[in-house]
Each structure stands twice: as C-alpha cells, then as structure tokens.
C-alpha cells in the first residue's frame, strides 16, 4: 500500500473519517507495517479495496490490498481482471457527480450565503462571508442533523428498508430466504440472530447509530445537546433493527445454509464446482471470493465446510446490503458534492456493480436468466404490496435506488441542481415545480433542515382537506400514497 498508493497525504482525509480508535492503523500503513492478525486492520484494508473501486487516485493501492488480502488468505492465483472488473461498472455515475462538484457547490454556497445575508439584515449587522470549509461544516451538520431527525420515529422507514432482504434472495432462490426468515423470526431466534451479528462484528447492543453524525462528530457536539442525540438514537432503533435483523442477520443466513446445503453434493463428487456455484448463487460473485471459497472446500485436504458457508454468509451481506457500508462516509461522497446527493449516495454505485455482476460479470447464459426470474419475481412482489395497500411502492430503496435520497432536503439539492445545469427543458420545468412546493411550503427549501417534518406536516393537512384520512394516517407515518388526492413528490 504504502508504495503504490502514490501521494500518501492524500490518506490522511481517509485516516480522518474513522473513529479515533481506527487512527493507529493508518499510521501503520503509512510507515509501512501492518499487522495482518489485527482485524480492525483487515476490516480497514477491505474499505481501500471497496473505495479504489470508485476513487481513481486509490486504485493502486487497491490492486495492492486487495492482493494482500488473497495472501492472508491462502490464495494463490488471483488474476488482474478478475479483481479489477468492478472498477467500471459505475464510472460513469461517479464521473458525473464529480463534473458537477463546483457547479453544485456554487449553488449551495450562494443559498447558504442568503439565508445569512437575510438573518444579517434582520439583526443590522455586516453580512457574513462564508469559505468553503464553513460551508462544508454545514452542509456535513445540516444532512446529519436533517437526516436523523427525519428518520427518527418513522415506522415507514423501517418497513421501507425491509424489502432489501429481497436482493440476496434473487441469488440464492426464494425457498432458502424463507429458511432463513423462519430462523430469524423463529423461537430459536435469539441463537440465530447472536451468531450473525457476533461473525459480522455488528454490536449486539446496537446502539450506534446507522450513520447519524458520523464524520462530524465534534462540531455537532458543540452544537446539539447530548439529549438530542439520546433522542435520535432512540427514534432510529425500529430503523437499526431493520437493518441490522431482517436484512443482515437473515442474509448471512440464507449464504451460509446454501453452502451448507450444498457442499455435501460437491464433497462426494454429484456435481462438480461449476454447478455448485450455480446452484449456491456463488456463480455471480467476484472470482476472488469463488477462489476464496474453494480453497476452503476444494484446496484442503480435510473440507472446512462451516467456515466455507460463514464466509460466503458475510460476502452475501456486504454484496447485497450495500446501502449502508462504510464507504458511503470516506472520500469522494464525504465532500459537499457527497453530501447533496445524500448520504445515500453511494448507493447507486453499488446497485450498479451489483447488476453488473450479476447479468454481464458471471459470463454465463442460464446464470443471467436464473438471477432475472428471481430479480422479476421479487420486483412483483414489491409492486403487488403497493396496488394491494395503496401506498406507492416505487420509492422504495429496493430496485429502484435512484429515487431514495433520504428526504425532501437531498430532493430539493438535486432539483436546484437540474435547474442549473441541464439542457432539457423538460427536466428544468418538472425540477422548478418541485423546487416552487418547497418554498410555497417553507419560505425557503434549507429550512426544513430545522424542521424536518415540515414537508410532512403539509402533506398531511392536504390529505385531511381532501377528505381522505387514511391517507393522512399513512402519510403521517412516513408512507407516500398512489391516489391522486395529494400530489406530492418526496
């Protein structure tokens, strides 16, 4: 790493963006020394691996890890194509958000220096000019303070992230997720449940929350009470479950018991290795972690079948629950760029190496054709929900990424966005409406920042004046509806 990641100053700003606690092993990597027995260094080598998919000048040092990492752990012939192909799958998506940083944050600076300008005004004094790295502390504190208080104490937030469950079950097929969400829910849960979270290394207690005031930690602390911290962590923990239980905990499940399920066929020679990563799901993975696998099955002279099904359990939940992961914080989307397109956004980028992987990077006809049948299969599923309930499922983080930013704060970064730079004046039209809702509603878009259910509070009071109080109630709780009696786009 050290040799190959080029201008080693530059891992300072990622050294930054972990906890104290992690800081020890940057040092390490920077003076060339790594213990390869600390997992937390692991875990650390991992997230380089995962960002130098994304972040050009880390590329190097990807290709060095990531090597490293198939050292540890015995594998032999790692080959360049094999552990590069994610690189491209969501260049493109990267490359623009990029272009568009100093046009965006000419944007946010302007509106940040207004509402300024006008407290200025109000109060008689000189107004205030702000840098950029003041307007980058507020736009890292105002998402993080929006964000958790948006998503504090809404059942729909939690019910809306459940569906992700869905995606690891288009690899491994819908009979071993019901296995799985039997376990989970059953009345041995507890045991199933421990075990996950204690191979993943997620807190049993989970009380950290999913990303509320990561990066930002100090400044927040001056400026919002531990009570209102208390009270976010409190609200997020239908939201945490969700995440951490039905999504995580089922899905290291559901790859554990396929192989588990189906390594005794490889084992007495029934099938050979080709079928079994077909029928495990293991056929649309990276080649690194194939390899890693056989060489617990197949590259031993006594099988370790358990840890085989452990590892492919973890790899299924960091290939699928991706939303969440720790490169969402370090980097290209830690920047203002970052934080308008939300702190979801790199979920995006990770659906689109999913996709990729799945349809073009297995390589394999009847592969690609089991994964869509699935992925069609749980896409109906979803759409049935929403014409069955009447809440509109489109929305939804499941499938459909691109819609998800988090509130009607992100929303509201983008559309002025659009109205600033694109050329269709279709997009313009429909982003200047959006943008117009929001100021009729707050006087400016930025206020809802402070108050987060703003946005809802009118939607709801629209709902009651058209006369439909079951759409009140669901909207209340955080749900978007499919009648037409409220037209709002959140």
Do not use: C
């Amino acid at each position: 790493l050290r040799q190959a990641g080029g201008d080693l100053n530059r891992f300072g700003g990622i050294r930054n963006s972990y906890p104290k606690s992690f800081h020890p092993i940057f040092d390490e990597l920077l003076n060339g020394g790594l213990n390869v027995n600390n997992s937390n260094a692991l875990g650390v080598t991992w997230d380089l691996i995962h960002m130098g998919q994304r972040v050009k000048w880390l590329r190097p040092a990807h290709d060095t890890a990531i090597r490293e990492v198939a050292s540890w752990k015995g594998l032999k012939d790692v080959r360049q194509d094999d552990i590069l192909f994610a690189q491209s799958q969501a260049k493109g998506f990267l490359d623009h958000i990029m272009q568009q940083r100093d046009t965006q944050r000419s944007y946010f600076t302007q509106t940040i220096q207004n509402i300024f300008n006008k407290i200025n005004t109000a109060v008689g004094k000189d107004k205030i000019e702000l840098d950029n790295s003041t307007i980058d502390r507020w736009a890292a504190n105002m998402s993080s303070w929006y964000s958790g208080m948006a998503m504090s104490y809404r059942p729909a937030m939690a019910i809306r992230n459940m569906p992700q469950v869905l995606l690891p079950m288009a690899i491994v097929g819908y009979p071993r997720g019901v296995q799985a969400l039997k376990m989970i829910y059953g009345k041995n849960r507890d045991k199933f449940i421990g075990e996950a979270l204690r191979d993943m290394k997620i807190p049993e207690a989970g009380e950290q929350a999913v990303y509320l005031g990561e990066g930002a930690e100090g400044f927040l602390g001056r400026k919002f009470s531990r009570d209102v911290k208390r009270l976010q962590n409190e609200g997020m923990r239908a939201f945490r479950w969700a995440d951490r239980v039905n999504n995580r905990a089922t899905t290291y499940w559901m790859g554990r018991l396929a192989i588990q399920e189906e390594a005794p066929a490889l084992l007495s020679g029934k099938v050979n290795w080709e079928q079994f990563m077909f029928r495990t799901g293991l056929k649309g993975r990276m080649k690194v972690d194939q390899d890693r696998i056989h060489a617990l099955l197949m590259g031993v002279e006594r099988p370790n079948v358990a840890q085989a099904a452990r590892e492919f359990g973890k790899e299924l939940v960091a290939d699928t629950q991706f939303l969440y992961d720790s490169v969402n914080a370090p980097m290209a989307f830690r920047s203002t760029a970052g934080r308008m397109f939300g702190q979801f956004g790199t979920w995006p980028v990770g659906f689109t190496e999913w996709m990729h992987q799945n349809i073009a990077g297995a390589g394999d006809d009847a592969w690609t054709q089991k994964f869509l049948g699935n992925y069609a299969i749980g896409k109906g599923a979803l759409t049935g929900i929403g014409l069955a309930t009447g809440i509109d499922t489109s929305s939804w983080n499941f499938f459909n990424p691109l819609t998800f930013q988090g509130g009607p704060w992100f929303q509201t970064i983008r559309d002025i966005t659009v109205l600033g730079t694109s050329q269709n004046e279709f997009e313009r039209r429909q982003a200047r409406g959006l943008v117009n809702r929001m100021f009729g509603v707050t006087g400016t878009p930025y206020t809802t920042v402070f108050n987060p259910l703003g946005s809802v509070t009118a939607d709801v009071m629209q709902a009651l004046a058209a006369e439909s109080p079951t759409e009140a109630a669901l909207l209340g709780l955080g749900f978007n509806t499919r009648s037409n009696a409220v037209a709002t786009r959140r």
